[in-house]
């Protein structure tokens, strides 16, 4: 299972985009990149997925390089429920689920 | 809502005691999973079930197992608690062939 590393922490405002990146330099052909959030005491909750280019959904948009080493996740127009723990996670299919290894997060917190 | 459901929010035991977190789904699901996550920690796979085959992380210690009776119901045992499994226990679900993850809102475990 490819790792990944992110920032541990990131700082905002109401209203400004934030972007996550993560880096996954050992990333496998068949592997996809998924997003979760973790709000506290709350099970996450999947926010984004992409295999290549540019995946975008009501939520988030997800960027992803050609090499596929590294991805960024895109919050527009963040507000105070942003505030939470982001995971960038990457693996592939296993005879029908996907198995997730969670890296560290990265925390963001979101001010007036 | 279909949806991930744990019982009870909050579980305290005793060092030592016996004690088991259940959870239930109306996804119709046919993986479920059990995670411990820890303070201030990311999510740790502890095992699944791929329908009624289970798959036990190989860390994962003995003192924990795990029942699945029928689709809906999956219970998480933990034969002899000590002070350092106190965590956070999330549930999850997905269906075969689908990436996404849908977890419950975890039972938090005190050890006395």
């Known amino acids: 299972l490819a790792k990944t590393t992110q920032p541990i922490s990131m700082d905002s405002y109401e209203g400004q985009e934030v972007n996550i990146t993560c880096s996954h330099n050992?990333?496998?052909?068949?592997?996809?990149i998924t997003w979760y959030q973790q709000f506290p005491s709350q099970g996450p909750r999947f926010i984004i997925q992409?295999?290549?280019t540019k995946v975008t959904n009501e939520v988030a948009s997800l960027f992803i390089p050609a090499d596929r080493k590294s991805s960024t996740l895109s919050l527009p127009r963040v507000s105070l429920s942003d505030t939470a723990v982001y995971y960038c996670?990457?693996?592939?299919?296993?005879?029908?689920?996907?198995?997730?290894?969670f890296g560290t997060g990265t925390r963001l917190l979101v001010s007036p | 809502d279909a949806m991930v459901i744990q019982n009870p929010r909050y579980q305290v035991t005793q060092f030592g005691k016996p004690v088991t977190l259940s959870c239930s789904q109306t996804l119709n699901h046919n993986v479920m999973y059990w995670y411990q996550q820890k303070s201030s920690q990311a999510p740790k796979l502890l095992f699944h079930?791929?329908?009624?085959?289970?798959?036990n992380e190989a860390d994962t210690p003995d003192n924990f197992q795990s029942r699945r009776p029928n689709t809906s119901f999956c219970f998480l045992d933990i034969r002899s608690p000590g002070l350092g499994d106190a965590a956070m226990y999330l549930c999850?679900?997905?269906?075969?062939?689908?990436?996404?993850?849908?977890f419950g809102p975890g039972t938090r475990l005190t050890v006395l």
């Open positions: 992409g295999y290549k």
């Open positions: 050992n990333i496998a052909t068949n592997d996809y």
């Open positions: 996670l990457v693996g592939t299919m296993n005879t029908g689920f996907q198995k997730l290894v």
């Open positions: 999850a679900t997905s269906r075969e062939g689908y990436n996404e993850q849908f």
């Open positions: 079930y791929y329908d009624k085959d289970f798959n």
